[in-house]
T-cell receptor, first 115, second 113 residues
Framework: DGGITQSPKYLFRKEGQNVTLSCEQNLNHDAMYWYRQDPGQGLRLIYYSQIVNDFQKGDIAEGYSVSREKKESFPLTVTSAQKNPTAFYLC??????????????FGPGTRLTVL | AQSVAQPEDQVNVAEGNPLTVKCTYSVSGNPYLFWYVQYPNRGLQFLLKYITGDNLVKGSYGFEAEFNKSQTSFHLKKPSALVSDSALYFCAVRGGGSYIPTFGRGTSLIVHP
């Protein structure tokens, strides 16, 4: 059964605490992405990675960090520097051949709430 | 820079009637256009895409979209709406040398019984 998994489904964070969201894919995709979704604001890109051991900041990277040590895994850490982290977080992956951009596959999401 | 506009925050349609969800885009070069659907508290699911070829693209669950280059539009359509089609729909564009897709803000489709 191929796809993208995210865990946990729900996560609660206390003020000043770092939390890590997991994203794993078994689709053999090179590219992986993290998005934040807030009501009425669509998807905003946090970080993306086109290849192992390399990643780039998206539009709203402040207060977040990522790693890409394995092709299958792209964890996102929400640090205490992120002042308003309550949101729905989506991980995605895609396979892109030279000059052709394909659709993204999304995980089921993690809902993060700050207590 | 590339951009996507979904001019309607919400579309209401009666079950059995045709539906249209609008999308216009701006990109330099050839566009790669996508529609996704999102049900509550779920990830996005891919519906269909335009890469090249026929302007009318058919996708999952009976949806189709028409690519119109002159109007820079890629409207999503379905001949007969179902209540179960009620969801949030996103249009996205990739291309023009930009690796990263740009998403619209989403359109909430409500199909009334």
């Amino acid at each position: 059964d191929g796809g993208i998994t995210q865990s946990p489904k729900y996560l609660f964070r206390k003020e000043g605490q770092n939390v890590t969201l997991s994203c794993e894919q078994n689709l053999n995709h090179d590219a992986m992405y993290w998005y934040r979704q807030d009501p009425g604001q669509g998807l905003r890109l946090i970080y993306y990675s086109q290849i192992v051991n390399d990643f780039q900041k998206g539009d709203i990277a402040e207060g977040y960090s990522v790693s890409r040590e394995k092709k299958e895994s792209f964890p996102l850490t929400v640090t205490s520097a992120q002042k308003n982290p309550t949101a729905f977080y989506l991980c995605a992956s895609s396979i892109d051949r030279e000059g052709v951009y394909n659709e993204q596959f999304f995980g089921p999401g993690t809902r993060l709430t700050v207590l | 820079a590339q951009s996507v506009a979904q001019p309607e925050d919400q579309v209401n349609v009666a079950e059995g009637n045709p539906l249209t969800v609008k999308c216009t885009y701006s990109v330099s070069g050839n566009p790669y256009l996508f529609w996704y659907v999102q049900y509550p508290n779920r990830g996005l699911q891919f519906l269909l895409k335009y890469i090249t070829g026929d302007n009318l693209v058919k996708g999952s669950y009976g949806f189709e979209a028409e690519f119109n280059k002159s109007q820079t539009s890629f409207h999503l359509k379905k001949p007969s709406a179902l209540v179960s089609d009620s969801a949030l729909y996103f249009c996205a564009v990739r291309g023009g040398g930009s690796y990263i897709p740009t998403f619209g803000r989403g359109t909430s489709l409500i199909v009334h019984p």
